[in-house]
DNA sequence: TACAAAAAGGCAACATTGTTGCAAAATGTG
DNA sequence: CACATTTTGCAACAATGTTGCCTTTTTGTA
């Protein structure tokens, strides 16, 4: 796992330091996005929050995790699982965000649909955003 | 025209103030959404700053106006066309944000699609955010 | 129209979030 | 290990958002 975290760093052409590795390490092993709080928290004292912005936003150019929009000035960010370079993503899957738990997952299976605009509209990309109950808060709410 | 702004403020049982009237005023001559920063810089000095926020979580509550979700932290407002109540939005339109003249637009004819979720997963509002060049900006930069 | 109650606004103080410049420390390469 | 380059931490600052409190405005009613 260590080595993976490494790898990826390196494939991005990114040299290798602790703030890195932690971060990178916590976008591995949370299911869900994470905002700059949630990262400025669970990586502790142990970095400044400068180094965290200027992470994620390097993370950002390389491709390496995408910036989800919010109706709460709150960006989330996730990891790529496809191939995303410097500048090109390819990320076509929707968001989830569940109103109870207030995680938001990358249903990486959903592909966005296509959307029909009016006449003199181009698209370049699509977001989609849906607000509900994830599946875990699901099970454990029913009643 | 000043006569409307009045009667939507009384239709929604608020008092009519100036703040208030002049802030529905600039979302109604307004074609496009408005940021708390737009709003701030038109309204100019006339107003105090907390105002604004009061006013603009107000017009939220009441539903005249909707959120528009964005990936640069920067909420965009525009007004709900539809007999949105409190609480309860029926805004099922998707929104357009242009990369060349940066507005936000409501496409109230485009109606958003259903999307199919992974068994679990309960659905209770879809937002579709389209990037792209909108019908202005593609005239005029047309080659 | 005058009045009292209720609502809204302005102000100040504060909290949170994001940005920038610069010197010190860490990294990659030979 | 030495050196050039990159990254980090820090400090200072800017921008954005929140809260409490007192004053002003608005509204409903007499
Ligand atoms: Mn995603
Ligand atoms: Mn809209
Ligand atoms: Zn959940
Ligand atoms: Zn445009």
């Known amino acids: 796992m260590a080595l993976e975290i490494k790898d990826i760093l390196k494939k991005n052409k990114l040299s290798?330091?602790?703030s890195r590795e932690k971060i990178l390490s916590l976008f591995l092993n949370h299911e869900g996005a994470l905002s700059h709080g949630d990262i400025e928290k669970k990586a502790g004292e142990k970095f400044d929050r400068v180094t965290v912005y200027r992470t994620?936003?390097?993370f950002l150019e390389k491709g390496i995790i995408h910036a989800?929009?919010?109706a709460d000035n709150s960006i989330r960010y996730a990891l790529?699982?496809?191939d995303c370079t410097e500048g090109h993503h390819h990320d076509h899957h929707i968001h989830f965000l569940c109103m109870h738990c207030h995680n938001t997952?990358?249903?990486d299976d959903i592909v966005t649909p296509e959307i029909k605009l009016?006449?003199?509209y181009v698209a370049d990309q699509i977001d989609v955003l849906v607000e509900g109950v994830c599946k875990n808060c699901k099970a454990s709410v029913t009643k």
């Open 68 to 70: 989800i929009p919010t």
């Open 16 to 18: 290798v330091t602790g």
């Open 80 to 82: 790529c699982k496809d």
């Open 56 to 58: 994620l936003q390097t």
């Open 105 to 107: 997952y990358c249903l």
């Open 118 to 120: 009016p006449d003199g």
